[in-house]
């Protein structure tokens, strides 16, 4: 398991399988499983979440985005936050 502070308020959590978990503040945002492909969260937190999410998409699973904020590659998935928690909880004992 690797844990990457990229700036400020943005983390990404990577655990030996592939599987990848974004964090914008303390939350679990966006990720990538084999299993899902690149997912990041229907839920909407502030701007700046936002932002982050688009970064990480744009640099990690190389989409493109058109100048309105919009996704032009469809291989990004729109998933309940539940979808993402439970890319933790499978990898991560539930004592902690």
Known sequence: MKLKSFATNRTLLTFDDGTEVFFSY???????????????TKSWYSSTTTRHIN????DYANVSMNNTDKFLDVN???VDQSVIDNLISAQIPSRY
């Open 76 to 78: 990004v998935h729109n």
């Open 26 to 40: 303390q939350t679990p945002v966006a990720g990538y499983s084999k299993e899902l492909g690149y997912i990041k």
């Open 55 to 58: 970064k990480y998409l744009v």
